[in-house]
């Protein structure tokens, strides 16, 4: 629905000659609260004038005021596609300009206009939404957490459960039309239970830091390619409400969307590339309340869209989306539990990769967290994930450290209610009998997975690393081809095949 105060505003924006000789054709983007004209190289975002239960848009100086801070706070995670912003201009002759003479009557905020098959969702439709992909998104959205204010927030606990009754109001204005209301009761109900429940928790984040100005708004059809790196685009400037939040929550949209599309694996890895950089571990114990909230929010954007279209057959796929959101966020708020798998293996026998293979399938969702003995080294040591060890980082004191620490960030997890998979080389009886304690503390299910390799398989594989967070050389695995194993207890897996064959050979002894 177009308002009728900028009926004649949309009509001028559509017409390719309202942009200049060189613009052939307009094309159009329509959401709830903006519409984005897309003119030669330009786009030219405009602010519907509309009243919403988390908005209001129908002041002009309301429009100006969101154009110049949408620009203003996008610049840091799109700094080269926001231009600024333009008035739409009236003369005294009736005539409409973009930034022409006369008075203002609107105002939209100028971009780059970049290719819409960059999108991240449309990479995803064309499967080239790739694992270097993915993980390079996971950083650029850790540096952007990394860099936002920090807003401090007594009262974290509070503001969640008043986003959590808010979104009930905004379900219930679509029922029973779209939605049924007792299950919108029903959701609300156990989200509000769910956040009472870690209210501590939430409050500690809020003091500690973790309640930042974040982007707000984290899903695929926000994030392209710009300069071939991944680019967040089109926060949320308009209701602190929705933009002053715990940063795992941020994450969350990302990670429910790939999640809700059926790319649970890419979330997986997402969400665990971003811990190895930023390992909120605490976190966890949020992360499936988090998660149904962001699947509630596309829940009543989708059945909100769904009794405002005109189109009858539009109108029901929207029904049809609004309520698979609503069931994957009761899903979220019912995770399976815990358990702890480890897999050990000689370098190159591929445990890092089967771990990550086998995360999506194990425990709440996205997944397992993957605790890698490689990454906990090099944090132990001050370096990052993917820095190069010298000597010094692999003597028997470190490694002993190292093991510990990967004990203490299973348990850790586990405390949290999230299922782990611990990635080691586990060469001693001693590491492998440490692991299995602290499962067995915890009172979760154990499993441990031992994968061999011959060897010419295992130097093709260390041969062919690129940006790996292991250091091993094919002098490392003639080393650990001397040492004594001693007794092998856990299931012993032929991983000298496609990663496919190891992953349904594991799946096939956990029974998943």
Not at 110 to 132: A, I, K, N, P, Y
Not at 163 to 178: E, I, K
Not at 183 to 194: G, K
Not at 209 to 228: E, F, K, Q, T
Request: aromatic share 6%; charged share 25%; proline share 5%.
């Amino acid at each position: 629905m177009i308002p009728d105060a900028q009926r004649d505003i949309f009509a001028f924006l559509a017409r390719p000659e309202s942009h200049g000789a060189h613009v052939e054709r307009v094309d159009q983007i329509h959401t709830h609260i903006s519409a984005v004209f897309l003119a030669g190289e330009r786009a030219l975002k405009l602010k519907r004038a509309v009243r919403l239960p988390f908005v209001d848009f129908t002041q002009l100086e309301d429009r100006q005021r969101a154009c110049t801070a949408e620009v203003a706070l996008n610049r840091r995670g799109a700094r080269d596609l926001y231009l600024g912003v333009a008035p739409i201009t009236r003369d005294d002759a009736g005539q409409l300009a973009i930034d022409g003479d006369g008075a203002a009557v609107d105002w939209v905020v100028l971009m780059r206009r970049f290719d819409e098959q960059d999108l991240f969702s449309r990479l995803l439709v064309r499967g080239e939404l790739t694992r270097d992909r993915a993980t390079a998104l996971a950083r650029v959205v850790v540096a952007y957490h990394a860099e936002a204010e920090v807003v401090p927030c007594e009262d974290n606990a509070a503001r969640m459960v008043a986003v959590a009754r808010g979104n009930r109001d905004s379900m219930l204005a679509s029922a029973p039309a779209v939605l049924d209301p007792a299950t919108v009761e029903t959701l609300t109900a156990r989200t509000v239970a769910a956040l009472n429940a870690r209210a501590p928790l939430l409050i500690r984040r809020g003091q500690q830091g973790r309640v930042r100005r974040c982007h707000g708004d984290l899903h695929l059809r926000n994030i392209c390619l710009w300069n071939d790196a991944p680019t967040l685009f089109d926060c949320i400037e308009f209701n602190d409400t929705f933009a002053v939040i715990d940063t795992l929550y941020d994450l969350a949209f990302l990670l429910m969307d790939l999640d809700q599309r059926g790319f649970r694996r890419l979330a997986s890895i997402v969400m665990n590339h971003a811990m190895e950089h930023d390992p909120d571990i605490e976190g966890l114990a949020a992360l499936p309340v988090f998660l149904a909230m962001r699947a509630t929010i596309r829940a009543h954007i989708n059945a909100t869209l769904a009794t405002t279209s005109g189109d009858p057959a539009h109108a029901q796929e929207l029904a049809r989306r609004a309520t698979a959101y609503l069931d994957r966020a009761l899903g979220y708020l019912a995770p399976p539990p815990p358990c702890l798998i480890a897999v050990g293996g000689l370098s190159g026998s591929g445990k890092s990769r089967l771990a990550r293979e086998l995360a999506p399938h194990v425990g709440a969702a996205p997944g397992a967290l993957v605790s890698r003995t490689d990454v906990l080294r090099k944090r132990l040591m001050g370096s990052g994930p993917y820095d190069h060890l010298g000597p010094d980082g692999y003597t028997e004191d470190v490694t002993r450290a190292t093991y510990a620490a990967l004990g203490n960030e299973a348990r850790a997890v586990l405390a949290q209610g999230h299922a782990v998979i611990a990635d080691g080389v586990f060469a001693t009886p001693e590491e492998r009998v440490g692991i299995e304690a602290v499962a067995r503390e915890a009172g979760v299910p154990f499993y441990g997975l031992w994968l061999e390799a011959p060897d010419d398989v295992a130097m093709k594989r260390i041969g062919s690393r690129r940006h790996n967070a292991s250091d091993a050389t094919p002098d490392v695995l003639a080393f650990q081809r001397t040492l004594d194993l001693g007794p092998m207890t856990w299931e012993r897996i032929d991983s000298s095949g496609p990663r496919r064959a190891t992953l349904a050979l594991a799946r096939a002894f956990l029974e998943m």
